[in-house]
C-alpha cells in the first residue's frame, strides 16, 4: 500500500504515513498497480523462455530419432570388428547372441526415442502455455 500524499510505501494497519506524515485514517490507501513497463519486460522474460524452451525441445527430438540408428551402426561395427579379428559368428550360439545384443540396444533405443518424444511433447505444451500467457495478459492490459 501507498501513501496517497507521497506515495511512499505503508503499512496497510499505519495511521499516518511514515515518510511525509500525512493522517492515513479514513483514507483509501492507494495500492500499487503493476506498470506496463514491467509487465511488458516480464511478457519478454516469457517469450524468450519459452523459445528457448521449444528450441531445446526440438534439439531433444532431432537427438533421440537418431540415436537408434546410432546404436544400430555401433553393434553393426563391433561385429564387423570381431569378425576381422577371424572370430567364427556363423555358429548357432554367436548368432543367438548377437540378436539379444541387438535386441537390447534396440529396446535402449526405443526407450531414449519415446523418453525424447515425451519431452519434446512436455516442453512444447510448456511453450504453448506460455505465449496463450502472454497473450491474453497484453489483452488484458489493453482493455485496462
Known sequence: MHCPNCGAEVREDAQF????????TGVQVASQSPSKGSSSFLDILVLITAGVSFVFSIIILAGALSVNSRMNSFVNSIISQINSLGADMSDSTSQM?????????????????????????????????????????RKLNKMS
Do not use: E
Open 17 to 24: 504515513c511514515p515518510n511525509c506524515g500525512a493522517k492515513l
Open 97 to 137: 547372441v548377437i540378436q539379444y545384443v541387438r535386441n537390447g540396444i534396440s529396446s535402449i533405443g526405443r526407450f531414449i526415442t519415446y523418453t525424447g518424444i515425451v519431452i519434446f511433447l512436455i516442453l512444447a505444451l510448456i511453450s504453448l502455455i506460455a505465449f496463450a500467457v502472454v497473450s491474453i495478459n
